[in-house]
């Protein structure tokens, strides 16, 4: 039976016990205190109804100081907001939980013990044959003629080497490496293997946030935060960043475009691109290795069953066991994890209550009212069931106080 019901129940028995034992108020003693505690009892328990019913509604239709939860909407919202972000989702506080994590050692064990090794590698598999299903090989050798009609047996293999990076970092190379970049990423954002990679950790995450505290769990449940909307939110914002590298001014732009450049200008790039050179430099035309070059590749690339990937899925295990072996791997892993994630929660936490807000603005008063009393109002009941009993134990007790002096000054 609903804590309700029982209060309901105990305040219908109260005034049941008042009317009838009323009879036997001027019988005795023991009639007098039974009829005292029973009338007590309904006095205790009308007036705690009605403080219960006051915070929800209007009892009785009174409006006076009554429905308090609707009357102080907005202070409460207020409160709420500002409880969530600021003080138990702030990102001090978030981060505090995130540190005590050893995120390195949670990567070891996912890979371990929930056969993410496979699944890691299955979206690395994905990613890399999207990636050479769209290359254009052709287009790709033809880029590569004018420098080589420059004079491939005169121009010294470092000032060509030198010239093809300078093309690579060029303008158009630039938009052609954002516009792949950027189709690449949202077919990999719609990729169901992708998706459930997301959603999987997104789970675990949040298991660890609100692991002992059931005030970050009451928080994420109001707002109707579940892992499937935090992924939504995710693709969202990762789609809009995608989406901004069509702007070569944007964040996101300028910022793919420092790494590519830091790419291109790192020594072991500019080496192998100098020893590809040196076994091109005997060619005597573009011509006769242009053709045959755009098919050899476009067949390894984009092969059904390219070999490559072997070697490729060989050296992500190599480095996955040396990441698993290594602590100064690791270390270095959860030091860049947080970090990032720090940032990213600094740069963002002012959506975190926008977000809670709105939420909250889509409550209407009723359903706001349902929401708070389906959890406290069981609780709550209690106060009834309280009331109808201690105020039958101290009516019977006033009585018998009374009852004594009356006889001892008689």
């Known amino acids: 039976m609903r804590k309700r019901y029982k209060a309901s129940l105990a305040l219908g028995i109260s005034l049941l016990g008042a009317g009838f034992s009323y009879p036997y108020a001027s019988a005795g003693f023991l009639g007098g205190m039974v009829h005292n505690g029973f009338l007590a009892a309904s006095i205790g328990g009308l007036a705690d109804w009605f403080a219960v019913t006051a915070l929800f509604r209007k009892p009785l239709g009174i409006s ?21 972000s600021e003080d138990l989702l702030s990102v001090k506080n978030i981060m505090k939980v995130v540190k005590t994590q050893d995120t390195a050692r949670m990567l070891v064990d996912y890979l371990r013990l929930r056969d993410g090794r496979q699944k890691l590698l ?37 000032q060509l080497a030198a010239r093809l990076a300078e093309l690579l970092a060029s303008s158009e190379s630039k938009g052609d490496l954002r516009a792949a970049v950027q189709k690449l990423g949202l077919e990999l954002l719609e990729a169901e293997t992708v998706q459930q990679f997301l959603l999987e950790n997104i789970s675990q995450l949040r298991k660890k946030y609100e692991a002992g505290s059931a005030g970050r769990a009451f928080v994420l449940g109001l707002i109707d935060l579940s892992d499937e909307k935090i992924l939504q939110m995710l693709c969202r914002r ?23 450049m830091a790419l291109l200008q790192s020594a072991a790039v500019q080496e192998r691109i100098a020893v590809w050179l040196q076994g091109l430099a005997a060619a005597s035309s573009p011509m006769e290795w242009e053709q045959p070059l755009s098919r050899w590749l476009s067949g390894k690339l984009q092969a059904a ?61 009723e359903k706001l009212t349902e929401f708070v009393e389906s959890r406290i109002a069981d609780d709550l009941q209690m106060i009834r069931i309280n009331g109808s009993l201690v105020g039958s134990l101290v009516g019977m007790l006033l009585y018998a106080v009374v009852f004594c002096i009356e006889r001892v000054y008689a």
């Not at 609707?70 to 409880?83: K, P, Y």
């Not at 990762?238 to 590519?260: F, K, Q, R």
């Open 64 to 84: 006076y100081r009554t429905q308090i939860l609707t009357r102080n909407r907005e202070r409460i919202m207020n409160a709420i907001v500002e409880f969530a």
């Open 122 to 158: 299955e979206v690395l598999d994905h990613v890399l044959l999207s990636s050479a299903r769209q290359m254009d090989c052709e287009r790709l050798i033809q880029r590569l003629r004018p420098i080589l009609k420059a004079g491939m047996a005169e121009l010294p293999v470092p």
């Open 238 to 260: 990762c789609g809009d960043w995608l989406d901004s590298l069509s702007d070569p001014e944007s964040a996101a732009a300028v910022m793919l475009e420092e790494h590519w």
């Open 305 to 365: 069953e390219p070999g490559w990937l072997s070697l490729v899925n060989a050296l992500a295990e190599k480095k996955l066991n040396e990441f698993s072996r290594s602590e100064e791997l690791q270390q270095r892993y959860d030091h860049f994890v947080k970090k990032i994630l720090e940032e990213r929660l600094q740069r963002h936490h002012p959506m975190l209550e926008q977000l809670i807000q709105q939420r909250l603005d889509e409550f209407t008063d």
